[in-house]
């Protein structure tokens, strides 16, 4: 007991040191943790206690993923419901071919190469989420691509596991029945989300404490049914005396991970009313839980074995950081999104999975691999997944540097959407960005009868707007091309409605360099880039989360002076957020 306190205690204090000495520095978070762990672990060998790193770093992928179940909602991904689940099949199949390869050419038997395939195949659920939940961009077109990607990616792991947890013994009759297993186990979580949580749920929601507790014991009894349904189906088929063969039992018993239990759990409270209640609570222990994860991972890295290892790491560390997002921005493309949705999408995925851990974990435990590529594992892990959190935090910037190098990403017969607007141009206001302010805005220029330009990069957005007749052009403003094929001279007013702040910079430049009379109001996430907006020439900057303030003022205003206005107001919200429902717009999570 004292020896687990010790190992906690000294992660912890080491890694908020870390932490804090890279946030003084403005670095990303994740490398401090695992920095700490090479310092306590390979350097100074302060913690060698194996059993409590793979125990405490288990309950933290657990934590993580039930916190990423809950924040997804399958229903919101069915607009890259088609991207997200032939892109994520075709991008795994082609990284586990890669991987595989390139593993047999450098010496690795089949065995190990097929776990490799794997490992390059698939990417960091818990990452990327925690990193898009952090940055506010979960509800984004590319956050709803990606999510859909890691799901595919996640159904895959899942498979995975099982089947390589009885590789030594597997049979089709075992990959059915591990189908069956995992069918049953779905259909309980559906069912139980769907009937019985909602009633439980909303007694226990009466009480915070009790929130929480229903809770963290939904999630460990759903970890613990995954864990042990071979065990729990064999015993209720011995009770009713059914007969079942030594290779049955064999087949049978195997479970799935408590990492997938945690991750059903949170799919299975998403819908609730009150998740984000239940979001808020768990978070600390997800905070808490994911710091012991990444330390561990600077926990297990030896150095003996590098030399051997070394060519191998190299290859595959740039097929996961580059031809993996090369891979998934070629796909995404494929499907009509613009260049930097599609590379914002490529650039978040270059890692690996916190399940191929859990996998190389198990396969050295079944001797299916060697401590060789389990050392590769952790670095490919370590090294990838602290390039992503730099990568992820810059990418405006890598961006801006190589978008005139991947114009093929744009798809052409997407780009001639220009060809559908009228003949007669002259448009007096554009606005950029058409999903939440901009749908607001767009019905207000209306009343006006001002003839509007709407330029968005969702091409569902664009498609819907065609439907509708209205004058629109697929393109991204952070595009200097797009910028080009506008006229700006005739127009009045540009807005924009994107919070990118480098894409409004370049806007703000182009605009008064055509035409200096023209007013350009753009959107901003913080005050310092709202300031420097205005210094760039900015008529006006809008901050969403103020300008929701300034509203609810001229309400009240208005209320004090008529209560039949708050009436007025209340009907014409109500009814502007039923045809925004329609329409599938989201309000951010945060």
Known sequence: ??????????????????????????????????????????????????????????????????????????????????????????????????????????????????YL????????????????????QIDTLHGKIIIGFLIIQDFVAIFALSIFKSIDSFTYTFLLISLLKAAVLIGMIFILARFIVPAVFKTAAKSREMLFLMAITFLFLSSIFFQWIGEIIIYLLSLFNVP??????????????????????????????????????????????????????????????????????????????????FVVASLVSFFGYMRRTSLTTGISLGQISEFSLILVAQGLLMGHISDNLFTLTILLAIFSISLTSYIMKYDNEIFAKISPYIRSFDRIAEQNLLDYLPKKRGFEVIICGYSRIGFSIGKTVKKLKKNTLIVDFNPDTIRKLRTEKINCIYGDIGNREVLERLDFKHAKLIISTVPTFHDNELLISTVKRENKKTSVIVTANQIEEALTLYRRGADYVILPHFLGGKHVSTIIEDSDKNLKKLLTHRLTHIEELRERKSLGHEHPRH
């Open 244 to 325: 079942l063969s030594p290779a049955l039992i064999t087949a049978l018993k195997p479970g799935f991970s408590i990492a997938i239990g945690a991750f059903a759990a949170g799919v299975g409270l998403a819908s609730l009313p009150f998740n984000f209640q239940i979001i808020g609570q768990v978070k600390p222990l997800r905070d808490f839980f994911s710091t012991i994860f990444f330390v561990s991972l600077g926990l297990k890295l030896t150095f003996g074995s590098f030399e051997s290892i070394f060519i191998p790491f190299i290859i595959l560390l740039v097929i996961i950081v580059l031809l993996k997002p």
């Open 117 to 136: 395939g794997i490992i390059v195949a698939l990417s960091s659920t818990m990452v990327v989420i925690k990193i898009l939940s952090d940055r506010k």
């Open 1 to 114: 007991m004292e020896d687990i306190f010790f190992s906690i205690g000294v992660m912890v204090i080491l890694a908020t040191i870390a932490a804090y000495l890279g946030r003084l520095f403005k670095q990303p978070m994740i490398p401090a943790y695992i920095i700490a762990g090479i310092i306590l672990g390979p350097i100074f060998g302060i913690i060698t206690n194996s059993n409590v790193i793979a125990t405490l770093s288990e309950i933290g992928i657990a934590f993580l993923l039930f916190i990423a179940g809950l924040e997804l909602d399958i229903r919101k991904l069915k607009e890259v419901g088609l991207v997200s689940t032939i892109g994520g099949f075709v991008q795994v199949l082609s990284l586990f071919a890669a991987g595989f390869l390139v593993a047999i050419l450098v010496g690795f038997g089949r065995l190990e190469s097929i």
